[in-house]
T-cell receptor, first 114, second 109 residues
Framework: DVKVTQSSRYLVKRTGEKVFLECVQDMDHENMFWYRQDPGLGLRLIYFSYDVKMKEKGDIPEGYSVSREKKERFSLILESASTNQTSMYLC?????????????FGEGSRLTVL | QQQVKQSPQSLIVQKGGISIINCAYENTAFDYFPWYQQFPGKGPALLIAIRPDVSEKKEGRFTISFNKSAKQFSLHIMDSQPGDSATYFCAAGDDKIIFGKGTRLHILP
Protein backbone atom coordinates (compact mmCIF):
# COMPACT_ATOMS: atom_id res chain seq x y z
CA ASP A 1 0.00 0.00 0.00
CA VAL A 2 1.08 3.51 -0.78
CA LYS A 3 1.76 5.50 2.29
CA VAL A 4 1.92 9.28 2.43
CA THR A 5 3.10 10.46 5.81
CA GLN A 6 2.71 13.97 7.11
CA SER A 7 4.99 14.37 10.07
CA SER A 8 2.83 16.74 12.12
CA ARG A 9 -0.89 16.12 12.60
CA TYR A 10 -1.48 19.23 14.69
CA LEU A 11 0.54 22.43 14.93
CA VAL A 12 -0.04 25.71 16.71
CA LYS A 13 2.12 28.64 15.62
CA ARG A 14 2.29 32.36 16.21
CA THR A 15 1.74 35.01 13.56
CA GLY A 16 5.01 35.72 11.78
CA GLU A 17 6.63 32.39 12.56
CA LYS A 18 8.21 30.30 9.82
CA VAL A 19 6.40 26.98 9.47
CA PHE A 20 7.56 23.79 7.80
CA LEU A 21 5.11 21.03 6.89
CA GLU A 22 6.83 17.82 5.88
CA CYS A 23 5.50 15.06 3.66
CA VAL A 24 7.10 11.76 2.73
CA GLN A 25 5.80 9.08 0.35
CA ASP A 26 7.15 5.57 0.14
CA MET A 27 6.10 4.43 -3.35
CA ASP A 28 8.61 6.20 -5.58
CA HIS A 29 5.90 8.44 -7.03
CA GLU A 30 6.98 11.15 -9.43
CA ASN A 31 4.32 13.67 -8.53
CA MET A 32 3.61 15.33 -5.22
CA PHE A 33 1.07 17.97 -4.22
CA TRP A 34 0.08 20.25 -1.40
CA TYR A 35 -3.59 21.16 -0.90
CA ARG A 36 -5.37 23.10 1.78
CA GLN A 37 -8.84 22.11 2.88
CA ASP A 38 -11.27 24.61 4.36
CA PRO A 39 -14.95 24.08 5.20
CA GLY A 40 -17.14 25.05 2.27
CA LEU A 41 -14.16 25.62 -0.02
CA GLY A 42 -13.11 22.07 -0.77
CA LEU A 43 -9.52 21.23 -1.63
CA ARG A 44 -7.43 23.94 -3.22
CA LEU A 45 -4.07 23.26 -4.82
CA ILE A 46 -1.17 25.26 -3.40
CA TYR A 47 1.88 23.83 -5.16
CA PHE A 48 2.85 20.67 -6.97
CA SER A 49 5.97 19.00 -8.24
CA TYR A 50 6.55 16.56 -11.09
CA ASP A 51 10.16 15.82 -10.25
CA VAL A 52 12.96 16.52 -7.84
CA LYS A 53 14.00 20.17 -7.71
CA MET A 54 10.96 21.07 -9.75
CA LYS A 55 7.87 22.96 -8.58
CA GLU A 56 4.79 24.51 -10.09
CA LYS A 57 2.31 26.98 -8.61
CA GLY A 58 -1.20 25.81 -8.04
CA ASP A 59 -4.28 27.96 -7.58
CA ILE A 60 -3.38 29.62 -4.26
CA PRO A 61 0.43 29.82 -3.95
CA GLU A 62 0.59 33.23 -2.29
CA GLY A 63 2.25 33.10 1.10
CA TYR A 64 3.67 29.63 0.53
CA SER A 65 6.78 28.05 -0.93
CA VAL A 66 7.86 24.45 -1.38
CA SER A 67 11.00 22.37 -1.48
CA ARG A 68 11.65 19.03 -3.12
CA GLU A 69 15.26 18.01 -2.62
CA LYS A 70 14.53 14.27 -2.70
CA LYS A 71 11.96 12.35 -4.70
CA GLU A 72 10.14 11.04 -1.65
CA ARG A 73 9.95 14.29 0.29
CA PHE A 74 7.93 17.43 -0.41
CA SER A 75 7.91 20.27 2.08
CA LEU A 76 5.50 23.17 2.34
CA ILE A 77 6.91 26.35 3.85
CA LEU A 78 5.04 29.29 5.29
CA GLU A 79 7.67 32.01 5.44
CA SER A 80 5.68 34.21 7.81
CA ALA A 81 2.54 32.55 9.07
CA SER A 82 -0.67 34.57 9.18
CA THR A 83 -4.02 33.83 10.81
CA ASN A 84 -5.68 33.31 7.40
CA GLN A 85 -3.38 30.34 6.88
CA THR A 86 -5.10 28.46 9.67
CA SER A 87 -6.30 25.39 7.83
CA MET A 88 -5.98 21.67 7.18
CA TYR A 89 -3.08 20.94 4.86
CA LEU A 90 -3.09 17.77 2.79
CA CYS A 91 -0.15 16.28 0.96
CA UNK A 92 -0.70 13.86 -1.91
CA UNK A 93 1.32 11.87 -4.40
CA UNK A 94 0.58 10.15 -7.69
CA UNK A 95 2.39 7.80 -10.02
CA UNK A 96 1.43 8.87 -13.51
CA UNK A 97 3.40 11.40 -15.46
CA UNK A 98 0.32 13.59 -15.74
CA UNK A 99 -1.85 14.65 -12.85
CA UNK A 100 -4.81 12.61 -13.99
CA UNK A 101 -4.03 9.54 -11.99
CA UNK A 102 -5.02 8.43 -8.54
CA UNK A 103 -3.97 10.80 -5.80
CA UNK A 104 -2.85 9.22 -2.54
CA PHE A 105 -3.37 11.59 0.37
CA GLY A 106 -1.80 11.81 3.77
CA GLU A 107 -3.98 12.23 6.84
CA GLY A 108 -3.44 15.96 6.96
CA SER A 109 -1.73 18.55 9.13
CA ARG A 110 -4.05 20.87 10.99
CA LEU A 111 -2.34 24.21 11.46
CA THR A 112 -3.60 26.89 13.78
CA VAL A 113 -1.96 30.32 13.57
CA LEU A 114 -2.60 32.54 16.57
CA GLN B 1 -10.30 30.11 -12.84
CA GLN B 2 -11.77 26.82 -13.89
CA GLN B 3 -14.43 25.56 -11.52
CA VAL B 4 -16.13 22.36 -10.59
CA LYS B 5 -19.52 23.05 -9.03
CA GLN B 6 -20.80 20.42 -6.62
CA SER B 7 -24.23 20.07 -5.04
CA PRO B 8 -25.72 19.62 -2.55
CA GLN B 9 -23.45 20.81 0.25
CA SER B 10 -25.01 18.31 2.61
CA LEU B 11 -27.31 15.35 2.19
CA ILE B 12 -29.23 13.12 4.57
CA VAL B 13 -30.46 9.77 3.27
CA GLN B 14 -32.24 6.91 4.94
CA LYS B 15 -30.43 3.59 5.14
CA GLY B 16 -31.14 1.62 1.99
CA GLY B 17 -31.92 4.71 -0.05
CA ILE B 18 -30.11 6.18 -3.04
CA SER B 19 -27.66 9.03 -2.47
CA ILE B 20 -27.08 11.32 -5.44
CA ILE B 21 -24.41 14.00 -5.67
CA ASN B 22 -24.07 16.19 -8.72
CA CYS B 23 -21.19 18.07 -10.30
CA ALA B 24 -20.78 20.38 -13.25
CA TYR B 25 -17.62 21.55 -14.96
CA GLU B 26 -16.73 24.23 -17.46
CA ASN B 27 -13.58 23.20 -19.28
CA THR B 28 -14.29 20.86 -22.20
CA ALA B 29 -10.62 19.84 -22.19
CA PHE B 30 -11.08 17.97 -18.92
CA ASP B 31 -10.62 14.26 -19.51
CA TYR B 32 -10.65 12.71 -16.06
CA PHE B 33 -13.44 12.80 -13.50
CA PRO B 34 -12.75 11.14 -10.14
CA TRP B 35 -14.73 11.01 -6.94
CA TYR B 36 -12.98 11.00 -3.59
CA GLN B 37 -14.36 9.89 -0.23
CA GLN B 38 -13.12 11.34 3.04
CA PHE B 39 -13.82 10.09 6.54
CA PRO B 40 -13.26 12.34 9.57
CA GLY B 41 -9.60 12.56 10.52
CA LYS B 42 -8.45 10.94 7.28
CA GLY B 43 -7.26 12.17 3.94
CA PRO B 44 -9.48 11.75 0.88
CA ALA B 45 -9.26 8.42 -0.95
CA LEU B 46 -10.18 7.66 -4.53
CA LEU B 47 -13.61 6.03 -4.74
CA ILE B 48 -14.30 5.77 -8.45
CA ALA B 49 -13.28 7.62 -11.62
CA ILE B 50 -14.46 7.94 -15.20
CA ARG B 51 -13.09 9.10 -18.54
CA PRO B 52 -15.35 10.99 -20.99
CA ASP B 53 -15.47 8.17 -23.53
CA VAL B 54 -18.08 6.32 -21.44
CA SER B 55 -21.40 7.50 -20.02
CA GLU B 56 -21.50 5.33 -16.93
CA LYS B 57 -19.18 3.38 -14.67
CA LYS B 58 -20.27 1.12 -11.88
CA GLU B 59 -18.25 -0.34 -9.03
CA GLY B 60 -20.33 -2.20 -6.52
CA ARG B 61 -22.93 0.14 -5.08
CA PHE B 62 -21.23 3.22 -6.55
CA THR B 63 -22.02 4.51 -10.03
CA ILE B 64 -20.79 7.54 -11.94
CA SER B 65 -23.10 8.89 -14.62
CA PHE B 66 -21.46 11.21 -17.12
CA ASN B 67 -23.16 13.60 -19.54
CA LYS B 68 -20.53 15.11 -21.82
CA SER B 69 -22.86 17.43 -23.70
CA ALA B 70 -24.23 18.93 -20.50
CA LYS B 71 -20.78 18.93 -18.84
CA GLN B 72 -22.23 17.22 -15.81
CA PHE B 73 -21.48 14.08 -13.86
CA SER B 74 -22.97 12.53 -10.79
CA LEU B 75 -22.31 9.92 -8.14
CA HIS B 76 -25.06 7.50 -7.20
CA ILE B 77 -24.74 5.38 -4.07
CA MET B 78 -27.25 2.56 -4.14
CA ASP B 79 -28.52 0.89 -0.95
CA SER B 80 -26.79 3.57 1.12
CA GLN B 81 -25.35 2.37 4.43
CA PRO B 82 -24.34 4.21 7.62
CA GLY B 83 -20.73 3.36 6.79
CA ASP B 84 -21.07 5.52 3.67
CA SER B 85 -21.43 8.61 5.86
CA ALA B 86 -18.50 10.76 4.78
CA THR B 87 -17.60 13.81 2.76
CA TYR B 88 -17.51 13.26 -0.99
CA PHE B 89 -15.56 15.37 -3.46
CA CYS B 90 -15.96 15.36 -7.19
CA ALA B 91 -13.02 16.49 -9.27
CA ALA B 92 -12.11 17.11 -12.88
CA GLY B 93 -8.99 17.84 -14.80
CA ASP B 94 -6.47 17.21 -17.49
CA ASP B 95 -3.03 18.38 -16.41
CA LYS B 96 -4.35 19.57 -13.08
CA ILE B 97 -7.12 18.26 -10.86
CA ILE B 98 -9.72 20.72 -9.61
CA PHE B 99 -11.94 19.66 -6.75
CA GLY B 100 -15.52 20.54 -5.98
CA LYS B 101 -16.35 21.97 -2.58
CA GLY B 102 -17.57 18.70 -1.16
CA THR B 103 -20.82 17.10 0.00
CA ARG B 104 -21.25 15.93 3.55
CA LEU B 105 -23.37 12.78 3.39
CA HIS B 106 -25.12 11.34 6.42
CA ILE B 107 -26.93 8.02 6.21
CA LEU B 108 -29.58 7.55 8.87
CA PRO B 109 -29.54 4.08 10.49
Amino acid sequence: DVKVTQSSRYLVKRTGEKVFLECVQDMDHENMFWYRQDPGLGLRLIYFSYDVKMKEKGDIPEGYSVSREKKERFSLILESASTNQTSMYLCASSLLSRVTGELFFGEGSRLTVL
Amino acid sequence: QQQVKQSPQSLIVQKGGISIINCAYENTAFDYFPWYQQFPGKGPALLIAIRPDVSEKKEGRFTISFNKSAKQFSLHIMDSQPGDSATYFCAAGDDKIIFGKGTRLHILP
